[in-house]
């Protein structure tokens, strides 16, 4: 495995993107934990994984348990090595127009606390550690980081806020942490959206259809949440590497060359 003797946290690892991650860091030899705020997928972890996964329940906006995760996860596997922040809640495409005030103004409290604060927060506290092995750290991003009708505003912006705040730690970590970014498109996974709009049990499936996805991807296909999982490993590999900090890898299946008038060139191939 490209990641043996390599220890990960994961936030959000309990379903989704995050828990396909935990597979495959697995699967490359790492030690993972997971900060997870779901009691209930917390116990999901321990008993699917044996025990082999430490998941510490938490939520990614307190500043406590963020530190308790680190602390936690250096206690079990003896260090830290990468630091994925990937727990966040999607806003289902929530416009500026038809969002009232009143959740807009505490929907972007709630959804740039998780998808936004959550990171920074997770960021200093896996910091030492990370500066410690000479590790990194990964944030999951979005097409969302890049383009718009990804979301509305509200989750469109934060994606995009998660690009500086890469930008600005890989400067910052630099030369001991390299810090970058992998944006997936859409997927089927548990992604939900804030209480403020209504949306806590409303799954991304439930406002898009598997159709719909791939009609406008020019790989046309819908990708499995597993699927997204190579660039993560590349970039917390250490053989592989040695030169990417600061760089958000478009893992969404070719939405930045989509074309004006065809979605592929090459359907007729
Ligand atoms: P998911 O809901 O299956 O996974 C996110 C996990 O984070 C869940 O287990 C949830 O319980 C947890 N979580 C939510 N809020 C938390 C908090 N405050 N503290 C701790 N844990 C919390 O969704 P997913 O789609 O796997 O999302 C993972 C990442 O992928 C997110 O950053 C999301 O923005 C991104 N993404 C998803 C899609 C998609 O189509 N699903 C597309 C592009 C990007």
Redesign the pocket.
């Known amino acids: 495995g490209w990641l043996q003797n390599e220890v990960a946290l994961i936030?959000?690892g309990?379903?989704?993107?995050?828990l396909a991650l935990v597979e495959r860091f697995l699967k490359e030899g790492a030690s993972v934990a997971v900060?997870?705020?779901?009691a209930e997928?917390c116990t999901d972890l321990e008993q699917k994984f044996d025990g082999q996964v430490l998941a510490i329940q938490?939520?990614?906006?307190s500043a406590a348990d963020n530190q308790n995760a680190v602390k936690a996860t250096v206690a079990r596997f003896g260090k830290l090595d990468c630091f994925i922040g990937?727990?966040?809640?999607?806003d289902h495409g929530a416009r500026l127009i038809n969002t009232s005030m009143e959740q807009l103004d505490k929907g972007f409290d709630e959804l740039f606390a998780?998808n936004v604060k959550?990171y920074l927060l997770g960021a200093k506290a896996a910091a030492a550690e990370l500066v410690k092995s000479c590790g990194s750290m990964i944030f999951?991003l979005?097409?969302s980081a890049f383009y718009a009708e990804g979301g509305g505003p509200l989750y469109t912006a934060s994606k995009h806020a998660a690009v500086g705040l890469i930008r600005e730690l890989a400067f910052e970590l630099a030369p001991k942490v390299r810090v970058n970014g992998v944006g997936?498109?859409?997927?089927k996974?548990?992604?939900?959206g804030p209480q403020a709009l209504g949306q806590q049990d409303t799954r991304?499936m439930d406002s898009r259809s598997p159709d719909a996805i791939k009609a406008i991807l020019p790989l046309q296909f819908f990708p499995e949440?597993e699927e997204f999982t190579g660039p993560f490993v590349l970039l917390a590999s250490r053989q592989n590497n040695q030169t990417l900090t600061g760089v958000m890898i478009n893992a969404d299946a070719g939405l930045g060359i989509r074309g004006i008038r065809n979605v592929a060139g090459g359907l007729e191939l």
Not at 14 to 18: F, K, R
Not at 35 to 38: A, D, G, K, N, W
Not at 184 to 187: E, I, R
Not at 189 to 192: E, G, I, N
């Open positions: 936030t959000g309990g379903s989704g993107l995050g900060l997870e705020r779901s997928k938490g939520d990614v906006c990937n727990a966040a809640v999607w998780i959550g999951t979005s097409n997936p498109c859409g997927m996974t548990d992604l939900r991304i949440p």
